[in-house]
């Protein structure tokens, strides 16, 4: 049981899926069906050419909050499909995931990059959600630790003790993302326990307890309860099962103690 005071959050990623339409749509569904629910934080992360909508019919929302999927670390300048900071801002983006492993495994992305992107939503007033997570391979050779070490002391180098808590880490193994195999609640229990005694190295305990640190990869509404009863489980990241209105708003509808 989470008896922290970190509010849970329970985030949508919806990668390359819905149109601005579809997102109309969806969140037009959804917003009753979830409406009333306290004690926690929704987000939904469209791609860029829904956030207009979404904003649209989430204005004045306290419950849901937009997040975009990805940004550049530049605020304008020659780079070519990229979107900056700024113009997420625009949109009344609150949050960014950043680091996500299709972004480091499909297109390359290095924790330096990651690194710079961090440090540039937090000085233009977007808060990153930093993805972290192993391969197969990786897990497999025993050394899951020494890459979430990697990903967290590079990713987070230019974060101060006073930014630390506004940071939000998901904790994605990469074998678990979009193939149904969920982390045994033993082994994502293990990883948050890792990975907030990290935190609590870097920045001290006092703020380690205080930054909210998810879980990503295979989350359905059959595991939901149980990833969400695990101590330092504050929140799930939800690909595919957060493409269905329904199915999404059980989700975030979870036990939360
Ligand atoms: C994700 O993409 O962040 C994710 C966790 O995907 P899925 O829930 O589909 O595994």
Same mark, same amino acid.
């Given at each position: 049981?989470?008896?922290?005071?970190?509010? *849970?959050?329970?985030?949508?990623?919806?990668?390359?899926?819905?149109?601005?339409?579809?997102?109309?749509?969806?969140?037009?569904? #959804?917003? *009753?069906? $979830?409406?009333?629910?306290?004690?926690?934080?929704?987000?939904?992360?469209?791609? #860029?050419? &829904?956030?207009?909508?979404?904003?649209?019919?989430? +204005?004045?929302?306290?419950?849901?909050?937009?997040?975009?999927?990805?940004?550049?670390? @530049?605020?304008?300048?020659? #780079?070519?499909?990229?979107?900056?900071?700024?113009?997420?801002? @625009?949109?009344?983006? +609150?949050?960014?995931?950043?680091?996500?492993? @299709?972004?480091?495994?499909?297109?390359?992305?290095?924790?330096?990059?990651?690194?710079?992107? $961090?440090?540039?939503?937090?000085?233009?007033?977007?808060?990153?959600?930093?993805?972290?997570?192993?391969m197969l391979e990786e897990?497999?050779?025993?050394?899951?630790?020494? $890459?979430?070490?990697?990903?967290?002391?590079?990713?987070?180098?230019?974060?101060?003790?006073?930014?630390?808590?506004? $940071?939000?880490?998901?904790?994605?193994?990469v074998?678990?993302?979009?193939?149904?195999?969920?982390?045994?609640?033993?082994?994502?229990?293990?990883?948050?326990?890792?990975?907030?005694?990290?935190?609590?190295?870097?920045?001290? *305990?006092?703020? &380690?307890?205080?930054?909210?640190?998810?879980?990503?990869?295979? /989350?359905?509404?059959?595991?939901?309860?149980?990833?969400?009863?695990?101590?330092?489980?504050?929140?799930?990241?939800?690909?595919?099962?957060?493409?269905? /209105?329904?199915? #999404?708003?059980?989700?975030?509808?979870?036990?939360?103690?």
């Open positions: 049981m989470n008896t922290s005071k970190r509010r *849970p959050i329970l985030a949508a990623n919806w990668k390359m899926h819905k149109t601005a339409a579809e997102t109309r749509g969806f969140l037009t569904a #959804f917003l *009753p069906l $979830v409406d009333g629910l306290d004690g926690r934080e929704i987000v939904i992360a469209p791609p #860029f050419t &829904a956030l207009s909508a979404a904003s649209e019919v989430l +204005k004045g929302n306290k419950l849901v909050s937009l997040a975009a999927q990805n940004m550049y670390f @530049e605020q304008e300048g020659a #780079f070519t499909g990229e979107i900056s900071p700024i113009m997420l801002r @625009e949109f009344g983006v +609150k949050r960014v995931i950043l680091g996500h492993s @299709e972004r480091r495994h499909v297109f390359g992305e290095g924790d330096d990059l990651i690194a710079s992107k $961090v440090r540039a939503a937090m000085e233009n007033g977007l808060l990153p959600i930093l993805c972290i997570g192993e897990r497999e050779a025993g050394s899951t630790y020494e $890459v979430l070490e990697r990903q967290l002391s590079t990713g987070l180098s230019a974060i101060d003790n006073r930014g630390a808590t506004q $940071v939000v880490i998901a904790y994605e193994p074998w678990a993302i979009g193939t149904g195999k969920t982390a045994t609640p033993t082994q994502a229990q293990e990883a948050h326990i890792y990975i907030r005694s990290w935190l609590d190295s870097r920045f001290g *305990p006092g703020i &380690a307890d205080q930054i909210r640190i998810l879980y990503g990869g295979s /989350v359905k509404p059959d595991n939901i309860n149980e990833l969400m009863a695990l101590p330092d489980i504050d929140g799930v990241l939800v690909g595919g099962a957060s493409l269905k /209105v329904e199915g #999404f708003a059980e989700i975030v509808s979870c036990q939360i103690d």
